[in-house]
Nanobody, 130 residues
Framework: QVQLVESGGGLVQAGDSLRLSCAAS????????MGWFRQAPGKEREFVAA????????YYTDSVKGRFTISRNNAKNTVDLQMNRLKPEDTAVYYC???????????????????????WGQGTQVTASS
């Protein structure tokens, strides 16, 4: 099991940038797939980005491609989400999550789902005002 704590959310203007960070504890961090999800008020939680255990491969939902970048540092047990050119529709609570590394091939084939991830952080609010 991996314990996760997010930080870095806040209120910004549309077009600005934010960097979210997720600190993980647990000896298995460097062997897991990491992901970011978000949930806006009244909507279901949706996938944003994922990175494989080594950091070699990344996968994004279409709406954030070219604007968001996911990265990880296995030496520091952290995974970050750099968000540029934020839009009002990016406003949501953002969650960091961990999944077994075996989900990667299936995830990029059919899309990652919340149910693929067994460990979750508490979430951090991101608000991009117009």
């Amino acid at each position: 099991q991996v314990q996760l704590v997010e930080s870095g959310g806040g209120l910004v203007q549309a077009g600005d940038s934010l960097r979210l960070s997720c600190a993980a504890s647990g000896r298995t961090f460097r062997s897991v797939t990491m992901g970011w999800f978000r949930q806006a008020p009244g909507k279901e939680r949706e996938f944003v980005a994922a990175i494989n255990w080594s950091g070699t491969y990344r996968y994004y939902t279409d709406s954030v491609k070219g604007r968001f970048t996911i990265s990880r540092n296995n030496a520091k047990n952290t995974v970050d989400l750099q968000m540029n050119r934020l839009k009002p529709e990016d406003t949501a609570v953002y969650y960091c999550a961990a999944a077994d590394s075996s989900i990667w091939a299936e995830g990029i084939s059919r899309g990652f789902r919340s149910a693929d991830f067994g460990s979750w952080g508490q979430g951090t609010q991101v608000t991009a005002s117009s």
